[in-house]
């Protein structure tokens, strides 16, 4: 019983900090690693809810079907190249012959799929810089100023 209260406690935490991440505020972007870390509010969010709350923006939205036009190619490359990298890894293990141009065509396939990659990952920051800029946006009051004048019961108002 106490495994099921705490599955439920961990799910409830996990679905109110996704919500926390689609209210407003700056996405930051910083180097973590060999990776981005992403931050809304003060808090690190993950690839996912970055991508839930860019979905909501329509500009970001936009930057993001460009870029995601990119990640088919570079998925299968790289998967292709992994593939064909490991096969004669499996033959020397096993024992026997391995083709090392095999290898090497895997390598040139894994080296192709970087240029894919980094495109995509280039959108992705194009449509957070998109996001970020509609947020600032939203923030800057607008001036509304009517001249003329309007009719009252009571009197004349004007209003500025």
Known sequence: MKTYFLLLLLGFSS????????????????????????YQ???????KQLLHVLEQHPEARKELQKGYRNALP????SYVGALLISYPLSKQLAGNQPNWLVSGAGAGLLTFSVPF??????R???????????QYLAKRPETDLRIGYAYNRASFVFTF
């Open 124 to 134: 992705e920051h194009l449509a957070i810089h998109a996001y970020n800029e509609g």
């Open 74 to 77: 570079a998925a299968a490359l």
């Open 41 to 47: 509010q003060g808090s690190q969010i993950s690839k």
């Open 15 to 38: 679905f109110f900090s996704a919500a926390s991440a689609q209210t407003g505020g700056e996405i930051i972007v910083q180097k973590k690693g060999l990776g981005f870390a992403y």
């Open 117 to 122: 990659a980094g495109a995509r990952m280039k």
